[in-house]
């Protein structure tokens, strides 16, 4: 399960802004694109799974946000969401660049120091 991977490492960044700060984690939120292939329900269970061994982040708490694909027309300029296998619906085009919805970016995390 690849989600399992991206917890720990997930876990392993979350440690490392505890020490470099001197506090312990509350909570913090993960940016989760709709285009980056992580189930965000697989996700959460991993990362829950994964607290309970780790003293440090036993207490934490993860607040999932999901960000939608969004692309822009490489022929109209036109933006639009969805996904890989979407045509542009202005012009019908499938050539297209993406804005975002790739990301998987640990966001906002609250310490207590
Ligand atoms: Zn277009």
Redesign the pocket.
């Known amino acids: 399960m690849h989600e399992a991977g991206l917890a720990a490492a997930l876990a392993e960044e979350l440690l490392e802004i505890a020490r470099r700060e001197g506090g312990r984690i509350l909570r913090f939120s993960v940016e989760i694109g709709a285009l980056s292939g992580v189930d965000p329900e697989a996700f959460r269970l991993a990362y829950e799974a994964l607290r309970e061994t780790v003293e440090e982040l036993r207490e934490t708490e993860m607040q999932l946000v999901l960000v939608p694909g969004r692309f822009r ?1 490489q ?2 300029g ?1 933006e639009f969401e969805g996904d890989y296998f979407a045509v ?1 619906p ?2 019908g ?1 499938p050539g297209k660049s993406v804005l975002s919805g790739e990301e998987l970016l640990l966001r906002e995390v609250e310490l207590d120091v």
Do not use: L
């Open positions: 027309c022929r109209c036109r542009c202005g012009c085009d």
